[in-house]
């Protein structure tokens, strides 16, 4: 299962030296995962903010309620009214 281009990009710039663990545990995580699964994992990595071991705990911590992770990354894009998106482009 692929993962959308602007995740694919964050986890480029955010996880240089652990590009391929990052997208192995988002992979792995997206493939068993019910909800909104392209909103979780942008919000644990935003969370992880370029931390292996973060990004780890954050889809853990999904696993169990994935509404926590979201309500953490979201909190100025909801205060804003935005969804989250690495690519948005603003007016």
């Known amino acids: 299962m692929e993962l959308p281009e602007d995740i694919v ?6 996880f240089k030296e652990d590009t391929s ?20 994992l942008r919000a644990a990595l935003k ?3 370029g931390d292996i071991r973060q990004l780890k705990f954050e889809l853990n911590s999904a696993n169990i309620d994935w ?16 969804e989250f998106k690495f690519d948005k482009k603003m007016d």
Not at 67 to 82: K, L, V
């Open 67 to 82: 509404r926590d992770t979201i309500a953490s990354a979201e909190t100025y894009s909801f205060e804003c009214d935005e």
């Open 9 to 14: 990009r964050k986890v480029k710039t955010d």
């Open 47 to 49: 969370n992880a903010n």
């Open 21 to 40: 663990k990052a997208v192995h545990h988002l992979i792995a995580f997206k493939n068993k995962l019910q909800g909104p699964h392209v909103r979780i």
